[in-house]
């Protein structure tokens, strides 16, 4: 089992910027594929990006290319998502997401392929 803890949310205006930190503690965290994802009020959580086990492979939705990356350290056992020029649409929660049933190379962008989530953290974007 890997705990997850994200943390680094917050209330910021359009265009600003917030680097989110997902802590995993319990398991060998290079074991796992990690992924963020978000979920606004009334609608349903989606992909936001995803880092292979050898942070060589990442994937990002169409919506935040450009403006967000995701990195990890396999030494301090976090995966961060930084996220610049943040528009008012990027206001949800945010959750990590670990899967330890895949290769080394690769990326996950299915939810309901992931095996662990953290409990979310708050981003609110004012316009």
């Known amino acids: 089992q890997v705990q997850l803890v994200e943390s680094g949310g917050g209330l910021v205006q359009a265009g600003e910027s917030l680097r989110l930190s997902c802590a995993a503690s319990?398991?060998?965290?290079?074991?796992?594929?990690m992924g963020w994802f978000r979920q606004a009020p009334g609608k349903e959580r989606e992909f936001v990006a995803a880092?292979?086990?050898?942070?060589?492979?990442?994937y990002y939705a169409d919506s935040v290319k450009g403006r967000f990356t995701i990195s990890r350290d396999n030494i301090k056992n976090t995966v961060y998502l930084q996220m610049n020029s943040l528009k008012s649409e990027d206001t949800a929660v945010y959750y990590c997401a670990a899967d330890g049933k895949v290769g080394w190379l690769s990326v996950v962008t299915v939810a309901s392929e992931y095996d662990h989530w953290g409990q979310g953290t708050q981003v609110t974007v004012s316009s």
């Open positions: 880092i292979s086990r050898s942070s060589s492979r990442t």
């Open positions: 319990g398991r060998t965290f290079s074991w796992y594929a």
